[in-house]
Antibody, heavy 117, light 106 residues
């Protein structure tokens, strides 16, 4: 059974940093592309970043490019998102998801990031 | 960038109703469209992929159709568990979600 568990969220001041983690189990992690998606309070879903199975292909949404960095450790079955230069508009729930031919077939429960002074 | 526009934003319906949600892409995305159901505090759930393929384990009352720029999600007979927010998502060029359609109890 596919299981994705995010962690690392919390309260951070504007301009601060956080590192989110996503622990995967129940499937061969190194075979799959992975992604981060977020949801601001009262808003819809927004795709954030995407990484290929080997890590050699990476995409970012314009809203986070240059501030966020996606990475993975296939030996640890884990996906990461480094969040730098955080802004109030980055506040929200961050989900990791397993991608299958581009669609997001499995999602974690999410971790909450709050950017506030 | 490809923009996705859903309508309506909110839909009030009763158990047993047939419900249709529309999603329009700003340019052709072929059949690279997915639909998700999302409930507060839960992980989003994939319902439909490639515009009309039903994800494994999803009830057959859910169906999708469309190609190019116009797509629909239909729930043939609304059940109590179906009150949620629904999102379309294109995956033709990067990934973009629609703004969501909240299905409420009438």
């Amino acid at each position: 059974q596919v299981h994705l568990v995010e962690s690392g969220g919390g309260l951070v001041k504007p301009g601060g940093s956080l590192r989110l983690s996503c622990a995967a189990s129940g499937f061969i992690f190194s075979d799959y592309y992975m992604s981060w998606i977020r949801q601001a309070p009262g808003k819809g879903l927004e795709w954030v970043s995407y990484m290929s199975s080997s890590g050699d292909t990476i995409y970012y949404a314009d809203s986070v490019r240059g501030r966020f960095t996606i990475s993975r450790d296939n030996a640890k079955d884990s996906l990461y998102l480094q969040l730098n230069s955080l802004r109030s508009e980055d506040t929200g729930i961050y989900y990791c998801a397993r991608a299958d031919e581009g669609r997001f077939q499995h999602w974690g429960q999410g971790t909450l990031v709050t950017v506030s002074s | 960038d490809i923009q996705m526009t859903q309508s309506p934003s909110t839909l009030s319906a009763s158990v047993g109703d047939r419900v249709t949600i529309t999603c329009r892409a700003s340019q052709s995305i072929s059949y690279w469209l997915a639909w998700y159901q999302h409930k507060p505090g839960k992980a989003p759930n994939l319902l439909i992929y490639k515009a009309s393929s039903l994800e494994s384990g999803v009830p057959s009352r859910f169906s999708g159709s469309g190609y190019g720029t116009e797509f629909t999600l239909t729930i043939s007979s609304l059940q109590p568990d179906d009150f949620a927010t629904y999102y379309c998502q294109q995956y033709h060029t990067y990934w973009t979600f629609g703004q969501g359609t909240k299905v409420e109890i009438k």
